[in-house]
Nanobody, 119 residues
Framework: QVQLVESGGGLVQAGDSLTLSCAAS????????MGWFRQAPGKDREFVSA????????YYADSVKGRFTIPRDSAKNTVYLQMDSPKPEDTAVYYC????????????WGQGTQVTVSA
């Protein structure tokens, strides 16, 4: 059973840095991508960043490109979201995501961690 445990959220000032962590357990070999989504109050959940475990390519939403990175510690099955120069509009609940793609796409989600960026 896949379990994703996020940590590292909190209050940060605009321009400072924050790192989120997502520790995964129960992963199968057929992981397609692992990454992050976020949901701000009153808005839909949106894609932030992900890594394709098959080729190592990383993907970023335009809104975070150049500011966020998604390093991974394979030995610990942990993925991070390094948030540099966060902005107030980055305030949201951040969710870790693991996606499998075998016959169909299957998503697993963490419980979410709140990030609040003050101006």
């Amino acid at each position: 059973q896949v379990q994703l445990v996020e940590s590292g959220g909190g209050l940060v000032q605009a321009g400072d840095s924050l790192t989120l962590s997502c520790a995964a357990s129960g992963l199968a070999l057929s992981v397609y991508t692992m990454g992050w989504f976020r949901q701000a109050p009153g808005k839909d959940r949106e894609f932030v960043s992900a890594e394709d475990w098959n080729d190592g390519k990383t993907y970023y939403a335009d809104s975070v490109k150049g500011r966020f990175t998604i390093p991974r510690d394979s030995a610990k099955n942990t993925v991070y979201l390094q948030m540099d120069s966060p902005k107030p509009e980055d305030t949201a609940v951040y969710y870790c995501n693991v996606r499998y793609r075998v016959v169909a796409v299957v998503d697993y989600w963490g419980q979410g961690t709140q990030v609040t960026v003050s101006a």
